[in-house]
């Protein structure tokens, strides 16, 4: 079992910027691919930005490309989002997820990720 927690959620105004960040813990000795999706009111989760878990690759929507960077640290299964130039459309829950048993592939796919987070609101007013 692993579990994600994800915080550094909260509010700004359009074209601030916020940083999340994501732990994931509870199987030792693993490193993990890990990614973030974000649900808004009313609209089916969406993928935003993954990593691989060597962090040799990245992966980013296109909506959020050159605004948001996704880093981890080199020995920890802890990741972060940094989000600029946010946008009110960018407002949603982030949620943070892990990926154990999936191949090296559709890093976009959230059937792709075996452990979520609860999520943490991100609100961009304009």
């Known amino acids: 079992q692993v579990q994600a927690v994800e915080s550094g959620g909260g509010m700004v105004q359009a074209g601030g910027s916020l940083r999340l960040s994501c732990v994931a813990s509870g199987r030792a000795g693993g490193r993990f691919g890990m990614g973030w999706f974000r649900q808004a009111p009313g609209l089916e989760r969406e993928f935003v930005s993954a990593i691989t878990w060597s962090g040799d690759r990245t992966y980013y929507a296109d909506s959020v490309k050159g605004r948001f960077t996704i880093s981890r640290e080199s020995s920890e299964n802890t990741v972060y989002l940094q989000m600029n130039s946010l946008k009110p459309e960018d407002t949603a829950v982030y949620y943070c997820?892990?990926?154990?048993?999936?191949?090296?592939?559709?890093?976009?796919?959230?059937?792709?990720?075996?452990?979520w987070g609860q999520g943490t609101q991100v609100t961009v007013s304009s």
């Open positions: 997820a892990v990926r154990v048993f999936a191949p090296d592939r559709d890093y976009d796919k959230a059937r792709s990720y075996d452990y």
